[in-house]
């Protein structure tokens, strides 16, 4: 067994990862969710939160915004925070810009998972194509959605309607590679044979 364990800052990206990851991992990788207050009280406490993690066969990713930042800055951050803190492994991701550009990225999850008609066809528009270069994807989706979409309701929703495959959310899809690859990479490392 693996215990996924995210470090995650806001309520909304785990209510979307409890809906995505079922589909991604077999029964025997159990996720774990530690939700801060926000970006600041995420990287105020990351440190000691990985230090004093016990569990054994965990492995463990953090999940941020981006926001109105540079993504690159922030990431090598968050790297150096993990490898302070004893962790060089640790999958750092960044939501360019926010979680709902993932939303946006597969507007027939959306419409789906809202039970609204007619958001597919926006997919192919300009604007949609690309949806990690949207400055506020939240404000996006709440127009398109004209107020239905909520934040954590509508992760919830969402989250086991979202593609694997065929979201354009290049930041998504690096979320889901790089999340198979650390469990595979880590399931590996179980299997190999221990020195005599």
Same mark, same amino acid.
């Given at each position: 067994?693996?215990?996924?364990?995210?470090?995650?800052?806001?309520? !909304?990206?785990?209510?979307?990862?409890?809906?995505?990851?079922?589909?991604?991992?077999?029964?025997?990788?159990?996720?774990?969710?530690?939700?801060? @207050?926000?970006?600041? +009280? #995420?990287?105020? =406490?990351? @440190?000691?939160?990985?230090?004093?993690?016990?569990?054994?066969?965990?492995?463990?990713?953090?999940?941020?915004? =981006?926001?109105?930042?540079?993504?690159?800055?922030?990431?090598?951050?968050?790297?150096?925070?993990? *490898?302070?803190?004893?962790?060089?492994?640790?999958?750092?991701?960044?939501?360019?810009?926010?979680?709902? !550009?993932?939303?946006?990225? +597969?507007?027939?999850?959306? @419409?789906?998972?809202?039970?609204?008609?007619?958001?597919?066809?926006?997919?192919?528009?300009?604007?949609?194509?690309?949806?990690?270069?949207?400055?506020?994807?939240?404000?996006?989706?709440?127009?398109?959605?004209?107020?239905?979409? *909520?934040?954590?309701?509508?992760?919830?929703?969402?989250?086991?309607?979202? !593609?694997?495959?065929?979201?354009?959310?290049?930041?998504?899809?690096?979320?889901?590679?790089?999340?198979?690859?650390?469990?595979?990479?880590? *399931?590996? =490392?179980? #299997?190999?044979?221990?020195?005599?």
């Amino acid at each position: 067994m693996i215990t996924l364990v995210f470090f995650l800052e806001e309520p !909304s990206a785990k209510a979307m990862l409890e809906g995505l990851l079922p589909r991604l991992f077999p029964a025997d990788v159990v996720p774990r969710f530690v939700v801060f @207050e926000g970006k600041q +009280d #995420l990287e105020k =406490q990351i @440190e000691r939160r990985l230090r004093g993690w016990l569990l054994p066969n965990s492995v463990f990713v953090v999940l941020r915004d =981006q926001d109105a930042g540079p993504c690159g800055p922030i990431k090598k951050r968050l790297v150096a925070m993990c *490898q302070a803190a004893g962790h060089p492994e640790v999958l750092v991701r960044i939501a360019c810009r926010e979680l709902e !550009s993932f939303y946006l990225g +597969d507007l027939g999850a959306v @419409e789906r998972a809202l039970e609204l008609d007619g958001l597919e066809k926006h997919s192919a528009t300009r604007k949609f194509r690309d949806p990690d270069r949207l400055s506020r994807p939240s404000d996006e989706l709440k127009q398109l959605t004209k107020g239905s979409y *909520q934040k954590l309701s509508g992760s919830r929703a969402i989250g086991p309607e979202l !593609s694997l495959s065929t979201n354009r959310s290049h930041s998504f899809k690096v979320l889901v590679t790089g999340l198979r690859r650390v469990v595979e990479r880590h *399931q590996a =490392q179980q #299997l190999r044979p221990s020195a005599p």
